[in-house]
Each structure stands twice: as structure tokens, then as C-alpha cells.
């Protein structure tokens, strides 16, 4: 369970760090400068409640507490995460912010992954 309380960590890092990123700050890496053209605050409040989602979902594993809310996370995340690259692509924005969806999209699959591999090894109250 350690493994997947650790990803969805790292998932809801990267939910608050694009939520960031929405609201036009940018991270400087050496000579590279990560940031989105344009701020959205609609996305930031989407991926900034993600975030916050996976966060609980997290603590929830640390804590051996309910896999049904981390199901429900994952879902949650999941279904907002596809709203919002559906945006991307019929606005044609592209660039980082398709790609952070890519990433996004990476994190949730090898979390349904790990939660459907723990299925029977937990215990789902």
C-alpha cells in the first residue's frame, strides 16, 4: 500500500503545482522557465481541487483508512482530468498544458493500476 499512498502523493503534487502554474506563476529550472501562456483561473480552481482530493486520498492510505474513498478520489480526478484535456483540445491550446495532462493522465492510470492490484489485500470499509 506504501507504494501507491507515495504515487498519489506525487499525483496530487502534480494537481497543486499546475493549479500554480494556472494562475500564471512560472518555476525556473537553470536556463528553462515552466509556465502556461495564458492564466485560467477556472483550471486552477479544477486542478487545485484535485489536488487537494488526492491529498485526502493520500493521507487516507498513509493512514490504512478507506480504499472506497481513494477509488472515489482516483474517479473524481479521472473524470475532471478528461473535462479539461477535452477543453485543451477543442480550444486547441496544446503546449505544456496538453502535455501536463499526459502526465496527469500517466499518474491516474498507474494508480488504477496499484488500486486495482490491492483489491482483496485491503480492507475497503
Known amino acids: 500500500m506504501n507504494t501507491l499512498a507515495l504515487l498519489t502523493t506525487v499525483n496530487a503534487l502534480l494537481y497543486l503545482t499546475a493549479s500554480l502554474l494556472h494562475t500564471g ?26 489536488g487537494v482530493v488526492l491529498s485526502v486520498a493520500a493521507v487516507t492510505l498513509f493512514r490504512a483508512g478507506s480504499i472506497r474513498l481513494v477509488w472515489g478520489a482516483y474517479i473524481f480526478a479521472l473524470a475532471l482530468t478528461l473535462v479539461g484535456l477535452s477543453i485543451i483540445i477543442a480550444t486547441g491550446t496544446g503546449g505544456p498544458d496538453l502535455w501536463i495532462h499526459f502526465f496527469m493522465l500517466a499518474g491516474l492510470a498507474a494508480g488504477f493500476a496499484l488500486l486495482a492490484a490491492a483489491r482483496g489485500r485491503t480492507r475497503s470499509t
Open 25 to 50: 506563476v512560472t518555476i525556473p529550472l537553470g536556463s528553462l522557465v515552466i509556465g502556461f501562456p495564458a492564466p485560467s483561473q477556472p483550471a486552477s480552481i479544477a486542478e487545485g481541487l484535485i
